[in-house]
């Protein structure tokens, strides 16, 4: 290999490197929740609590909610379980699927579920719940929840509106 396509090669490298730096440092700590009222949840199946959880989870930090359509490619893309206990805190988080790439999305994720805390409580008689949402994260901190998700813009409408 020639010094020059060694060259090349390290501006790619660099250039990519450098391309990802900012994205990593948007999850190096995770946003302070927003203070709002949480009421008990009235949800009589797990499928209306996940719901309420993720409603709480907007709430908890509307400045980083992704509004409208998300992007065609997504930064990360995490699916986790939520451990809840029948007073709304969180006992435990664990990632079901991981990024494929974006590891440093993992502990973001972790911290804002915690930070959250208390999510609205499941009730005595619904007891302990665990929720499982895939988050779906934008290089620039926002995300949509699964479960709230409006959808996604295909390749065509998304170069459009750019």
């Known amino acids: 290999m020639t010094t020059a396509a060694i060259q090349a090669r390290r501006a790619v490298l660099a250039a990519l490197c450098a391309a990802t730096v900012p994205a990593c440092a948007q999850f190096a700590s995770a946003p302070s929740p927003q203070p709002h009222a949480t009421a008990p949840s009235r949800a009589d199946s797990p499928q209306q609590y996940r719901r309420d959880a993720a409603e709480h989870l907007y709430a908890s930090y509307p400045l980083n909610v992704h509004k409208g359509k998300l992007p065609p490619l997504m ?4 699916m986790t379980e939520t451990d809840i206990d029948a007073d709304g805190r969180v006992t435990a988080v664990r990632f079901v699927r991981e ?3 974006a590891k440093e999305v993992m502990p973001w994720i972790s911290a804002m579920i915690q930070r959250a805390a208390p999510f609205p409580p499941p009730g005595p008689q619904a007891g302990a719940q665990t929720v499982t949402e895939v988050w ?6 926002h995300f949509q929840l699964h479960t709230l998700s409006e959808g996604q813009a295909d390749s065509s409408s998304h170069a459009l509106a750019n």
């Open 75 to 78: 930064y990360a893309v995490a």
């Open 99 to 101: 990024p494929a790439a």
């Open 136 to 141: 779906l994260v934008n290089r620039n901190g």
